[in-house]
């Protein structure tokens, strides 16, 4: 069961078993002081087994590789991690992994834009500027924002390294936007439809060509600041759901939120299979 969760470990323990298996990971320099810490951890654990061997217990077995595949395993990340994070530095797109934990209010463009940030830069990708789609409608005397003037000119690429858009208007027109697509700043799948929980619905307040709506009717939660009254624009990170919805496939335009809190809620925004993620684009 380690060898089949942890595939580093699984390479450890079949050069402890002696077994044949994949090559090994392909490394041009390994800092001073890493391979002491593999290869002494696998004479280790040949020593233990060989041991637990003669004991014929089981879970001496299992202990010894548990108390040892640790730390090699750490010290295999330290060389390996380098072109992960090279990797997330050239990410250029990503679905938040999580929001702020208050329904649709972000606080407003700015919060929305710190989460964006802050996420990014936990990945290794905060040298950029990020931008969260969103749009705001005309209030208070000042005009509306549309999500598609704020988020730079593209290209843009996830975590992996794949295209979504290479610039605005293809990115309201033929992008490649879908649920292999439209990954985490960690380069996860978010869930879409049919999965528990469905986490889908991503917030936007934007029409199908990236402007904000017009009108009386309520489509940002009060522009990014109530988590009770009102509604909120969201797209389908999987371009998927439920056919009796004709928009189902819309990225940035699916439907409305509601809910028995008022709409804007973050109990609300999973009720209908979301949980106040936002695309973030990076500008620059």
Request: hydrophobic share 35%.
């Amino acid at each position: 069961m380690l060898a089949r969760r942890y595939g580093l470990g699984k390479q450890l323990i079949d050069m402890a078993f002696g077994a044949t298996g994949p090559a090994p990971l392909e490394v041009t320099r390994v800092p001073a002081g890493i391979m002491p810490v593999v290869m002494g951890s696998c004479q280790e654990i040949k020593a233990g087994l060989a041991r637990g061997s003669r004991r014929n217990n089981r879970e001496d077995r299992m202990s010894i590789i548990a108390r040892v595949i640790v730390p090699a395993g750490v010290a295999l990340a330290v060389f390996v991690s380098p072109a992960v994070r090279a990797q997330s530095a050239d990410m250029t797109f990503f679905v938040t992994s999580s929001g702020p934990g208050k329904g649709a209010d972000l606080g407003g463009l700015d919060g929305a834009d710190a989460q964006c940030q802050k996420l990014a830069q936990s990945a290794g990708a905060g040298t950029r500027s990020w931008r969260a789609y969103l749009s705001t409608q005309a209030a208070d005397g000042k005009p509306a924002v549309n999500a598609r003037d704020r988020i730079g000119k593209g290209p843009w690429q996830n975590a992996k390294g794949a295209a979504v858009a290479k610039d605005v208007a293809d990115l309201h027109s033929a992008n490649k936007i879908n649920k292999e697509t439209a990954l985490t700043e960690k380069g996860e799948i978010v869930n879409g439809y049919g999965d528990q929980p469905n986490r889908h619905d991503i917030l936007t307040g934007s029409q199908p060509d990236g402007t904000a709506f017009v009108g009386s009717d309520d489509r940002t939660c009060k522009n990014w600041t109530s988590s009770t009254q009102g509604a909120a624009m969201l797209g389908h990170s999987d371009i998927n759901g439920p056919a009796t919805n004709p928009t189902v496939k819309s990225w940035n335009s699916a439907h409305p939120s509601r809910g028995p809190d008022g709409g804007c809620s973050q109990a609300d925004l999973k009720s209908t299979g979301g949980d106040g993620l936002l695309y973030c684009f990076a500008v620059n």
